[in-house]
């Protein structure tokens, strides 16, 4: 009898429980696998078959296709790329949240391409590196900085934004709060030509956040061989960097929050990029990598 009534109360507790929190539970990312990232957008693809596909951006060293969700069919082309570090499963929420807002809703003359997860090894470990070396460091950068890709992944992604004419990129990471802008190597010549775009860019982003904005390597701490400034330096794309959130180990309330204050700043910023890629994209400062070569925090 006692058995019988514990277990009413705990149906009772069970039902009691706001609905969105179990499933937010599981959407914290602490239980979803890349799998399971692979059927979120597949499942996308077959309810908006015509804004939403799922498409091969490359393959790892360990033999796992690294996907992303292509919405829109319009003539500019733009990209979203979470979970460099693996361990930084806000970032993947993010961009899925994101990739549902814009299966749904595409972006009027834009594809944009969202990658919920590049390092598929990382994330399925919950470790930031893949393969003992850190994504976001291999990057070939300005004054010979970064790199050389060693990392199947990153030249994937490389490869994939050069071949779709990439213009406009938001790179998603956790946490700081901030959203940055090239440069952000270790140099004393922070400003690329468009530093005032690129501040306005970032205000835009930040309209419902309220994040920090500045210039990556002055905010943050100087990252030879991050996507940002390899993407800028060698194509010219508009590239804003997302620490979002306070904590690698967001809780479900504050993926919540991460994805509510920043998918509409994410679309925002897309939607306001140019339509063209930068012009005059050369590091144009002096190659001093003295100052603040080495990385402060982990971000
Ligand atoms: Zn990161």
Not at 59 to 67: L, R
Not at 158 to 183: C, E, G, M, R
Request: charged share 15%.
């Amino acid at each position: 009898m006692k058995k019988q009534w514990s277990l009413v109360l705990l149906s009772l507790v069970s039902f009691s429980l706001p609905a969105h929190h179990s499933q937010a539970a599981n959407a914290s990312g602490s239980n979803r696998t890349y799998a399971e990232v692979q059927a979120f957008l597949a499942n996308l693809a077959k309810k908006s078959p015509s804004a939403a596909q799922v498409v091969n951006v490359g393959m790892n060293d360990t033999g796992q296709m690294i996907q992303a969700l292509k919405t829109g069919n319009g003539p500019v082309a733009n990209i979203v790329v979470a979970t460099h570090h693996g361990n930084e499963y806000g970032s993947t929420e993010v961009a899925l949240a994101l990739a549902e807002s814009l299966a749904t809703s595409p972006i009027t003359g834009q594809t944009v391409y969202v990658i919920p997860v590049l390092n598929v090894s990382g994330y399925n470990q919950k470790q930031r590196q893949e393969l003992g070396q850190d994504p976001n460091r291999n990057y070939p950068g300005p004054c010979g900085t970064g790199g050389p890709f060693t990392l199947k992944s990153t030249k994937a992604l490389a490869d994939f934004i050069a071949q779709k004419n990439i213009v406009a990129s938001a790179t998603l990471h956790t946490h700081s709060p901030a959203v940055v802008y090239p440069w952000g190597f270790s140099t004393h010549d922070l400003e690329t030509r468009y530093n005032g775009l690129y501040i306005d860019l970032a205000k835009a982003a930040t309209v419902e956040s309220g994040y920090d904005v500045g210039n990556s390597r002055d905010l943050l701490y100087a990252a030879d061989g991050c996507y940002e400034d390899y993407a800028m330096v060698e194509h010219g794309i508009w590239s804003l960097l997302f620490e979002l959130g306070t904590s690698h180990s967001p809780t479900a309330s504050a993926v919540e929050h991460m994805k509510q204050v920043n998918v509409p700043g994410i679309r925002r910023f897309l939607t306001q990029a140019p339509t063209k890629r930068a012009e005059h994209h050369a590091f144009e400062g002096k190659c001093d990598t003295t100052r603040d070569g080495q990385r402060r925090r982990e971000d």
